[in-house]
């Protein structure tokens, strides 16, 4: 039996309401996990187009060609997953029933989510665009939930398509209250509709309908469950997927350790809520943190078991499970994963005009090692360090953050307890500095804005390019600093923040650290008799 579908090898989101948030930002996070995704920023410029044009759909996945749609006449600048109206939008897939995929269908789900991006000033006409395309032109990805926020509001939208040859999608979009957060990971999140909330709540008017058409629910309207109607739980979707979910919320809301039997996969247990109201507000290192834990402080934490290695390494490489002796196990998937494309945390403030106010915060490789750095949504151009192009998964580049930090984890993996220090150092360090400047920032920003918001959008752009080169350019000093320090297995002493080197110039004499008693232990245990001293 595998327990584990390929669902649980994609993304987490995090979604903070503007009154949840220490200065009234909303906030989303995404966490691109693909063993094939390179990090890179997309960008599409502002453009207006003659009516009748066509554009060409190709499926963000594969970039297997779908079919064409009519373009719009005008679309909107797209700075990675946010667009110049601070409208920001990311998902995590979650399948679903596998005979619901419209393989006819033109519309995927990342097209669907850069599309929107192009076309929509807020997060509820970007839902409209969304679910008028897949019933226009059909939709070919499994069940997936999305996150669409804008800076006054945030939704979560889930959709499934309906089979081969049918278009449209069962669909339901809840707005998440301002005052608290929500999450989701490759698991339908949705439970009881409130079909009744039309202010907060939007759905295919044939949602509950299909589910009994298709023997999926034979109930009352009202007592139907989105998620157990096109996403039955199973043992990887408690697991791998809820547990993400229950990680996040349980930092801000005590009571959630309740659901610790439900997320170690009691299939008959209560459900999470949908959101929860934190017990405390959160900022956007909050929320960037929260996209690097690996269940630190619960009893699924990755590093108190023999997998984690002598240098509590909170990682597990692939596959998700694996037999011994005829029983099956698994290995934990945490918010924060190597395979990580890209990270970001899109920061919507309405209180700045949408030249200024959106801050696409933006990292690669594995969220736990990035650095999260400030890009304008109305910037002009991307950084070269995340330029499409600028490498790809099969050629490395000195100039590539993806390749670069990638580098400096490879490393990380094989010495974590010790080189993870001096990488939260260097994090910190950068993190911190855009935090301290940021007021400066907008506030010159606003400045030329009054005058002319092209010398702002120009200001920010070469703000967001400048900062994320150079972190890209410091993160390479680390690499370079990690190597020296930790080559061979040892440690090179270090002194008024040099190595250190004898008397006479050489380099002094390394630490030898070994491993850990906990870990000696096991050597003994497996081989002492062997290497035991006579």
């Not at 839902?127 to 019933?135: E, F, H, N, R, S």
């Not at 017990?279 to 909050?286: A, H, M, P, T």
């Not at 395979?339 to 696409?360: A, C, H, K, S, Y």
């Not at 499409?388 to 993996?413: C, E, K, L, P």
């Amino acid at each position: 039996m595998i327990i584990f579908s390929a669902k649980v090898d994609a993304c987490t989101g995090l979604l903070v309401g503007k009154k949840a948030s220490v200065d009234g930002s909303v906030m989303i996070s995404y966490a691109a996990d693909s063993h094939n995704l390179y990090g890179e920023m997309y960008r599409w410029p502002a453009a207006k187009y003659p009516k009748g044009t066509m554009m060409h759909v190709k499926e963000w996945d594969s970039g297997r060609p779908l079919g064409e749609i009519p373009q719009a006449e005008e679309t909107y600048s797209v700075v990675g997953n946010m667009n110049e109206y601070q409208v920001a939008i990311t998902e995590s897939t979650w399948g679903g029933r596998p005979e619901l995929v419209d393989t006819t269908g033109i519309m995927d789900y990342g097209s669907l989510i850069y599309i929107a991006l192009q076309r929509s000033k807020s997060a509820c006409q970007a839902i409209k665009i969304m679910t008028d395309l897949v019933a226009e032109y059909g939709y070919c990805s499994g069940g997936e939930t999305f996150s669409i926020a804008d800076k006054n509001e945030v939704w979560i939208m889930e959709m499934i398509g309906k089979g081969p040859g049918n278009k449209g999608a069962l669909w339901v979009a809840i707005r998440i209250p301002d005052d608290c957060i929500s999450a989701h990971a490759n698991q339908a999140r949705v439970q009881q509709i409130p079909f009744n909330d039309k202010d907060n709540c939007m759905y295919s008017p044939d949602v509950v309908s299909f589910a009994k058409e298709k023997g999926y629910y034979s109930g009352t309207d009202k007592n139907f469950t989105y998620a157990k109607a096109y996403c039955p739980y199973d043992f990887g979707g408690l697991r791998a997927c809820e547990a993400r979910v229950w990680s996040f919320f349980r930092k801000y809301d005590a009571s959630m350790n309740k659901y610790e039997k439900f997320i170690r996969g009691d299939l008959n247990g209560e459900p999470m809520p949908l959101y929860i109201k934190p017990n405390r507000k959160l900022s956007v290192q909050d929320v960037q943190n929260g996209m690097r834990d690996h269940f630190e402080g619960t009893s699924l934490d990755m590093t108190q078991d023999a997998g984690a290695g002598p240098y509590k390494v909170p990682y597990r490489w692939r596959p998700m499970h694996f037999n011994v002796d005829g029983k099956e196990y698994v290995n934990e998937r945490a918010i924060a994963t190597q395979q990580t494309g890209f990270v970001i945390v899109p920061q919507m403030r309405n209180w700045l005009p949408d030249e200024i106010g959106g801050i696409l915060w933006f990292g690669v490789d594995d969220a736990d090692m990035a650095v999260f750095t400030p890009v304008y949504s109305s910037s002009l151009a991307i950084p070269e360090c995340y330029r499409v192009g600028n490498g790809d998964m099969y050629n490395f580049s000195w100039t590539s953050a993806f390749w670069i930090h990638n580098w400096v984890a490879n490393m990380a993996y094989g010495k974590y307890s010790f080189m993870i220090k001096d990488i939260r150092r260097v994090q910190q360090e950068l993190e911190n500095g855009y935090k301290n400047i940021l007021p400066a920032i907008d506030k010159t920003a606003k400045d030329l804005y009054d005058k002319d918001p092209a010398e702002a959008r120009k200001f920010l752009t070469w703000f967001s390019v400048s900062t994320a080169d150079n972190a890209t350019a410091r993160w390479k000093q680390l690499g370079e600093y990690l190597l020296v320090k930790y080559i061979d297995g040892n440690v090179k002493k270090e002194e008024n923040g040099q190595f250190k080197r004898n008397p006479y110039g050489l380099p002094a004499s390394p630490d030898f650290p070994g491993y850990d008693e906990e870990f000696y232990r096991q050597i003994v245990k497996s081989a002492g008799e062997n290497l035991e001293v006579k």
